[in-house]
């Protein structure tokens, strides 16, 4: 039996030190091909490494983004650099692919990035090599950019002014919103009073630019039908300045459209349009309404309509640069 157990413990002994030895021929054959390496190839894998470490963070956890524009003042303003929540509405597979974890949507006055619906990629290796030297520079280099030199927007930030099943009404740009349930839209001061939620918009165009904006209207709905303006109404336009280089396109577009219908109410296509702006735009399931803060001087759903939830990539949770301006965005 003593035989047995010496012969066994005999087997144990020679397997464990075979082990080790093999382990430790396996562990200098590795030190020796570190050393044939050389620090160029050192440096070229720890530059890889990180690469996928940036694209892995960049897709699933969160993303660096600078402002570009004033689209948002004075909630942000142009050259903050904000770090976006990618978990919050759940990450995309891959750039461009479905989400999973997206258990949540935007909901009503979150501050959020989504892909610009214009924008047109200039392919798949362009994308990943900017989104890497994007976020390597803490978002200092985008090389991204028109031939001026100004970066291309592929991505907007704006706020969620309104959601799935709510009704939108803009008026002389300012919102109206009537929510699900709800009999009459309210204006937007009194629904953050209803959310509990408060947050400031900028406005710059005055009333003197929406009675201009009135006149040039007509003018353009006479020119379209060849048709000439009463004398009233040339004096007044002629009378009439803009106050502000800015145009509210939106407006200008209803009061266009407005004018049509009252010479041609007979043109379907005319009064489909003007019903759109009567009616204001609905938010089905799976859209949210983007809306700049700044209101008189962003492109925003306004132009391009609700947008899909699988196109918000993250929200926008606070400004890390400059350190001035450090804190959570509201």
Known sequence: MNSKRAAYLDWIEEKTEGYLERRAQRKE??????????PVREWIEAILWAVLWVLLINQFIFQLYQIPSSSMEDTLKIGDRLFVNKMIYGPQLYPGGPK????????????FIFENPAYVSRG?????????VYMLTLSLVNLDRHEDGTPRAQLYVKRAAAVEGDRVFIRQGELSVQPEGFLEPLEDKKLQEEADHHYETKRILQDQDYRFYTLRARQNAYDTLGLSMSSEDIHALSNTGATSQLVDYYALSREYHYELASIRPESQSVRNELYRHENGFYIPEGYVFPLGDNRDNSIDSRYFGPVQHDSVLGEANFIFWPFGRFGVIK
Do not use: S
């Not at 054959?29 to 050389?38: F, S, T």
């Open 29 to 38: 054959r590795r030190k020796q091909k570190e050393k044939k390496k050389g």
């Open 100 to 111: 999973f974890l997206d258990d949540r949507n935007p909901q009503r006055y979150e501050v």
């Open 124 to 132: 798949p290796l362009f994308d990943i090599l900017n989104r890497v």
